[in-house]
Every structure is written in structure tokens, then in C-alpha cells.
């Protein structure tokens, strides 16, 4: 689809300085004389012809009378000269006069200087209210996407197979709506996609009208937005209005929480009703439009619990469909997308890679398999090998790795013993997530060194031994800090920021807690964003001070005997820790095979 070439003002005003530079170059004006260098040369008798103007007088000098080269053409202005009629008569040189028009005079100073104003003007005006400016605010800044031009099908689209069928059944409508008419269904006004960031919303979106083949509106939730009152509301009915000329078609608003926001939530004097206005205009043009003619709205948000209720009712966004974290076999299958045009070496195993990346959604895979790319190529290598996958998830997960960094080597020991700790609590903790990996080479910003450990298998549900698992795993650098070198370090603070989190949502959402029983007192928090630590989005709560004090008490309990427990857990294997940190200091990476090894070594019966 070519791109239309559009008239600019900068082509006129080049083409006119062309002009007048080309007048220059062609047409040079000759030498001027005053008045009285040309009495004397009339005097000599060297001017051979003059024309008299009303203003000038344009001669020629006698070939004879200039040097080799030398222009014969020259200007002079004319003075009130009654004797200059008879000199030109007594030296008999050839004189005429020329005639000024001054309607050609006035044209020239007048008329074209103000029709060229006139015209810069309404070319001014027309782009200000046609395309940009402070003339265009209420227009639609969506992108318009004609058919195929997106670029993407369901091909392109791996890992999300539950959300590609139940958006397949909105391209079989546009395709063939009579077949859903005949039985008097009609197609659902908006579909809503909800997931946390980089799952593919965006692309199922541009899939679906990629495999429709109908025009696709692209605009974010922001752009509706601005500071002037009423411009939102306005590029809202732009849009429609668009949306309605181009049927069948598809509008995808991303972002929709940036604009649906439930009205009385936040915002500030004048920007919080412009996006109320916004959003009211939203549900009205909803409300409105007509669905037979084949529009579809499709939007994607990743805070659907921040939307208005009016915007989720039937009839207005019918359908919300989940775009959920991939699982083992869905984030293979985008690694399989992603590597096609990657140069694979034999020992590659996606199924392994994706093993190893439980939690990445698509995007994380996609910048796995570019990073593993990068690395191979920095490296002169021919192909892509697994090491470069393994360093690529690492970088991703951990950050990346700093060996230049000088650690003294009293610094040195404490973060091995802190990461011994860890992997050694994972190793004889029921219910932890296996080790795979243990590094005390310093990677991202403020990490001395990580303990990777990866599940087993995919899981959406978690104990309550699993969650104290998990403490137990958190408060085993430090435990171990406290055990060999009698102090601690401030390398566990992300470790207690994390294990005191987990504590506080067994007692205060789950109902684990033994004070207070089978109880929840849920947080206002994101549902697929990361929480922020101390997220409290309104600042209230539900329940007394009293019962505030027992959570706080019963948190602190579990917190207290999970520390006990895990100082016992090191107590008694003390040697092994040792040997474990010093076998770390010498080599910085220990795998997880070298690992479990000398665990079983240490062990007489088979740790977890």
C-alpha cells in the first residue's frame, strides 16, 4: 500500500527561491552610472542609444567606447533634466521612451504579494483542521491498518490456543454473517482482553484482522485524553463515525484502563472530568452503534479490576477473554515461532528452554531467543547452542553479569555462604522448587549473587507447606550469615521484603493464619501487575485496630518460627555448608548436577 505524497508549503517556497536565483543567473542587471558619469560620457560621445523611463534611463555605451569585456548595457536614475532632450539631439544618439503601465506596477506590488498571503493562509488553515494542530484536536488519532496490512494471523500466534478459538468465531462472522443471522444470533459489540504485560494481546488483536481481511483501527486509551475539556469526547465520535464509514472493520483500543477507568477514582480538577466525559461518550457510541454492519471492538488491558462496571456489562463488552501466562508446551510453541529464523545448533532442546522458563510470556521468550542470538553472534559462532540459551535466560532473570566488579574477599565469602544457604534450605525443604543453579558472580543492579531454582512442573495452586517453603528458602542467607559468621548482612533485605509479603497474604488473604482462622482481609491489589512493596491504593481498611494488631502479631509468628526452623536445618548440616561455600568461592558458578552430588555425598538418605 503506497504511501500518498502530500503537497507541502516547503515545495512552493523552494521552487520560488529557484526562480529568482535562475532571474539572477540569466538575466544580470547591469552597471548603474550616476547622473553625472552619464552627462559626461554623453558629453564625450561615447552612448550610442538611451530609452528614457519615468524613473530610469537604460543606454548603451559606442562599441568603441568600452574595453574588451566590458558590459556596453548601464542604468542610471533620471533627474529633472529639461537640456538632456537637446544634448541627446546635439550628439545624435538615438533616444526613445517607454511606458509603465501602472495597472502591471500595481499588480506586481499589490495584488500578487496579497493573493499569495491569502493562499499561504487557507493552505495553513486546511492542514491545521485536516490533518494536526490546535485546529484537529477532536480528531481520531487511530492508525488505520487497510486489509492484510497487518501482517499477522493465528500462525503467528502460539501458546494462547483457548483465546484463538474464542476469537475465531469473530472472524467467521465477519466472514460469513449470514450464517450466524440466519439463526438470529448477532456478533458481540466488544471483546475485552485481559492478561498480564507482553502475552500477546496487541497480536491476537492485529491476528484477527489480519485473518478477517477488514480495515483495523489501532489507537491507545491515552490518545483520547487531553487537557482542553470535551476534545476526548470528540475524537470518541470521530472514531465511531470512521469505524462506521469503513464496515466491516475492527477498532482496537489498547490500554483501555487509561480511559475506562471507574468513574470517582482518582484524577484531578479538569483532567478527571474530561476523562469522565470520555468515557461516558465511550459508552454511548457503544450503546449505539449498529452491529450488523460488521464493527468490532476489541480492547486489551492488564488492570481490568480498575474498569467501570458499565464498560463489562452485556452489550457493551460482551466477551472478556483471558490471555494468560503461557504453560510448558504454549511457551515451546512460541519458542518454536520465534527460532524459525534463528540458525539452531543440534544441542538446542526448546523443550528443555522452556522447562527452564516458567513464568516468561511471549515477550520474554522473544527476547530470550534474540539474546541468545546476540551472544552467539559477539561470539563468531555459526549457530546458535543451548549455552547461549542458558546465558540468555540468566541475563534476563538475574541481570547482567558483572565480573569485572572488585569484591573484596571478606564481601566474597559472606555472599557465598548467603547463596549455600539458600540452595542448601531448597535442597532438604519439602515442597521447594529444585536448584538448578548457584552463582556468586555479581549480575544487575546491587545482586552479589542469586540462587536459580526452577519447579518441576506448572502450578496454579499453592499449600500452605508450599508457601512456608518458599519463607524457609528466603531465610536461608541469612541463617546462614548468622551461623558461620555470628552477624548479619544487608544482602537478605530483598529476601525479608519478599518472605514478610508472603507471610502477610497467608494471614490476611488466605485464611492460613491460626490467631484469627478461617478469615480473609483481602488488599486492593493489581491482578496481573507486579505489586509494588506497600501498595495501598486507597489507603482504608476494613476491620479494627484490634484485629490489625493480631494480623501483625500472627505475621510476626510465622516469620519467628520459619527463622528458628531454618537456623536448626543449617545447625545440623553445618560441614556440608561449609564445604559447599567453599567449593563456590573457588569456582563462582556451581551447576545443579555438581550440586546434588555433593549433597547425596553428605547425605545418607536421598535429600528432596
Not at 60 to 89: I, M, N, S, Y
Not at 183 to 211: D, M, N, Q, S
Request: proline letters at 6%; hydrophobic letters at 45%.
Amino acid at each position: 500500500m503506497q504511501t500518498p505524497h502530500k503537497f507541502s508549503i516547503g515545495y512552493f517556497l523552494a521552487a520560488l527561491a529557484a526562480l529568482l536565483a535562475l532571474q539572477v543567473l540569466l538575466a544580470p542587471t547591469p552597471p548603474r552610472l550616476s547622473y553625472l558619469e552619464f552627462k559626461r560620457a554623453l558629453q564625450a560621445g561615447k552612448i550610442e542609444r538611451v530609452v528614457i523611463s519615468d524613473e530610469l534611463i537604460h543606454g548603451w555605451f559606442k562599441p568603441e567606447a568600452v574595453a574588451a569585456g566590458q558590459p556596453r548595457a548601464f542604468v542610471t536614475v533620471r533627474v529633472p533634466d529639461p537640456e538632456l532632450v537637446k544634448e541627446l539631439e546635439a550628439r545624435g544618439v538615438d533616444f526613445s521612451g517607454h511606458y509603465e503601465s501602472p495597472l502591471l506596477k500595481t499588480l506586481l506590488t499589490w495584488v500578487i504579494p496579497a493573493l499569495f498571503v491569502v493562499g499561504l493562509w487557507a493552505f495553513l488553515y486546511r492542514r491545521l483542521t485536516v490533518g494536526s494542530g490546535v485546529m484537529a484536536f477532536g480528531k481520531s488519532r487511530a492508525r488505520i491498518y487497510a486489509e492484510k496490512s497487518t501482517g499477522v494471523t493465528f500462525d503467528d500466534v502460539a501458546g494462547q490456543e483457548e483465546a484463538k478459538e474464542e476469537l475465531r468465531e469473530i472472524v467467521e462472522f465477519l466472514k460469513n454473517p449470514k450464517k450466524f443471522r440466519l439463526l438470529g444470533g448477532r456478533l458481540p459489540r466488544g471483546v475485552l482482553l485481559v492478561g498480564p504485560p507482553g502475552t500477546g494481546k496487541t497480536l491476537l488483536a492485529k491476528a484477527v484482522a489480519g485473518e478477517a481481511n477488514v480495515p483495523f483501527f489501532s489507537i491507545s486509551g491515552t490518545e483520547f485524553v487531553e487537557l482542553f475539556v470535551g476534545v476526548g469526547a470528540a475524537r470518541v465520535r470521530d472514531l465511531f463515525a470512521q469505524a462506521q464509514a469503513k464496515a466491516p472493520c475492527i477498532v482496537f483500543i489498547d490500554e483501555l484502563d487509561a480511559l475506562g477507568k471507574a468513574r470517582g477514582i482518582g484524577g484531578v480538577a479538569g483532567g478527571h472530568d474530561e476523562r469522565e466525559h470520555t468515557l461516558n461518550q465511550l459508552l454511548v457510541e457503544m450503546d449505539g452503534f449498529d452491529t450488523s454492519k460488521g464493527v468490532i471492538i476489541l480492547a486489551a488491558t492488564n488492570r481490568p479490576e480498575l474498569l467501570d462496571p458499565a464498560l463489562l456489562r452485556p452489550g457493551r463488552f460482551d466477551r472478556q477473554i483471558l490471555v494468560d501466562r503461557p504453560d510448558v508446551r504454549g511457551r515451546e510453541a512460541i519458542l518454536r515461532v520465534h527460532a524459525k529464523h534463528v540458525k539452531l545448533a543440534p544441542d538446542v532442546d526448546l523443550k528443555v528452554l522452556a522447562q527452564r522458563t516458567p513464568g516468561f510470556v511471549g515477550a520474554d521468550l522473544a527476547n530470550v531467543v534474540n539474546e541468545a542470538a546476540l551472544l552467539a553472534a559477539r561470539k563468531n559462532k555459526n549457530q546458535v547452542e543451548m549455552a547461549d540459551f542458558e546465558e540468555a535466560i540468566d541475563r534476563i532473570v538475574a541481570g547482567l553479569e558483572k565480573k569485572n566488579r572488585v569484591i573484596n574477599p571478606r564481601e566474597r565469602q559472606i555472599v557465598a555462604v548467603h547463596e549455600t544457604g539458600h540452595a542448601l534450605v531448597a535442597a532438604f525443604t519439602p515442597g521447594a522448587d529444585r536448584v538448578h543453579k548457584i552463582s556468586i558472580i555479581p549480575r544487575g543492579i546491587g545482586a552479589l549473587g542469586h540462587t536459580q531454582q526452577l519447579p518441576t512442573e506448572d502450578r496454579y495452586l499453592m499449600t500452605r507447606q508450599e508457601l512456608l517453603a518458599k519463607i524457609d528458602v528466603l531465610f536461608g542467607g541469612r541463617a546462614a550469615e548468622l551461623l558461620v559468621f555470628g552477624e548479619v548482612s544487608t544482602g537478605a533485605q530483598d529476601d525479608l521484603r519478599r518472605a514478610t509479603e508472603i507471610a502477610r497474604a497467608m494471614v490476611l488473604e488466605y485464611g492460613m493464619g491460626e490467631t484469627l482462622g478461617p478469615a480473609a482481609f483481602p488488599r486492593v491489589r493489581p491482578r496481573f501487575l507486579p505489586e509494588p512493596w506497600g501498595y495501598t491504593p486507597d489507603g482504608t481498611r476494613e476491620y479494627s485496630e484490634a484485629t490489625a494488631r493480631a494480623l501483625d502479631l500472627e505475621t510476626k509468628k510465622i516469620l519467628d518460627e520459619r527463622m528458628a526452623h531454618v537456623l536448626q536445618l543449617l545447625r545440623d548440616k553445618r560441614p556440608l555448608l561449609e564445604r559447599i561455600a567453599a567449593l563456590l568461592l573457588e569456582k563462582e558458578v556451581l551447576e545443579g548436577e555438581e550440586f546434588w552430588r555433593l549433597v547425596r555425598e553428605a547425605t545418607p538418605a536421598p535429600a528432596s
